[in-house]
């Protein structure tokens, strides 16, 4: 929410793929009993649960001021994102690790093993589309940055959760049907178990990944950097200042907070120093339209 990608669609490519593939992933688990299978069915539906509460964390960051939250709301997004994640690492990572375990002490063959690999074959292809939805939005707001740059500067936290579960997604799925062709030509359901062990461990370190990255935020990160070197460059090219002296950023949702201490060129007339204030602060959220607030501390010429 804190750039230009529409997170928004994201999350509904995302929650389409994942309603169909978790269907899909349940009957093939119910016919071949491939515990990586039903690992992913879990996981899938985890997901699906996951989507639904980040679009109730953006129309909860979307609502109005009030005396009680002055700056409002925008933060709800970060609170349900961490929430997704810690679903995450118990829902998918934990389950998928505690099924592999079991798998491995209580080894069953697989039975129809054409029906997982199918599903699984398309699951990968609808999770690669939701995945190229994410990635699309991403590009917007990443510019130069490799995805891991991204990832850690992003401030963009319902885009950052669903990047990772799309990652973990498609990775989980490739490990899955490894997995299910290695049980196949080997004979082996050892494989089955181990892969559903992979799954559950790939699951957990995403999830830290992505719990890490949205803790930052919920604490109080400032703004993306990118953004922030340009709203310094903006002030800094203002005639009106003779010297930035300081700048805080705070990244609230999809809107910012700014606090400027500068040193101005005008000293003598105070009024007109209002109005150039005033002017600079206009220009500011003219340029910015995510800057909501802005508060401005200035000084005097040091001449």
Not at 207 to 214: P, R, S, T, W
Not at 259 to 281: F, V, W
Request: net charge negative; with cysteine.
């Amino acid at each position: 929410m804190a750039g230009n990608g529409d997170s928004t669609r994201a999350i509904f490519f995302a929650l389409g793929a994942n309603l169909s593939i978790a269907i899909a992933k349940g009957v093939a688990a119910f016919v071949t009993g491939s515990g990586a299978m039903l690992a992913e069915t879990v996981h899938s539906f985890a997901d699906c649960g996951n989507q639904l509460l980040l679009l109730l964390g953006i129309r909860q960051a979307r609502r109005p001021v009030s005396p009680e939250y002055p700056l409002g709301y925008g933060r709800a997004i970060y609170f349900w994102s961490f929430l997704v994640a810690v679903m995450l690492f118990s829902v998918g990572g934990m389950f998928s690790v505690y099924e592999g375990v079991h798998k491995l002490q209580h080894p069953e063959p697989l039975e129809q093993w054409w029906w997982a690999a199918g599903v699984l074959v398309f699951a990968i292809v609808a999770e690669g589309i939701s995945m190229r939805a994410c990635l699309h939005e991403v590009a917007k707001v990443r510019g130069e940055r490799s995805l891991w740059e991204w990832f850690r500067e992003s401030r963009q936290a319902e885009l950052v959760v669903i990047f990772g579960e799309d990652l973990a997604a498609l990775a989980g799925l490739v490990l899955a049907l490894v997995a299910v062709g290695l049980s196949v030509v080997t004979g082996n359901p050892l494989w089955d178990a181990l892969g559903t062990i992979g799954i559950g461990l790939l699951l957990i370190v995403i999830a830290v990944l992505v719990a890490i990255e949205v803790k930052a935020m919920l604490i109080g990160q400032s703004v993306d950097p990118l953004l922030q070197a340009r709203i310094r460059a903006f002030l800094e090219a203002r005639p009106e200042i003779a010297a930035l002296l300081h700048l805080i950023t705070l990244q609230q949702g999809d809107e910012v907070l700014v606090s400027i201490h500068a040193r101005m060129h005008e000293e003598a007339d105070g009024r007109l120093m209002l109005r150039q204030i005033d002017a600079i602060e206009h220009a500011l959220k003219a340029e910015f339209p995510m800057v909501r607030w802005s508060f401005f501390e200035p000084e005097g010429s040091a001449q």
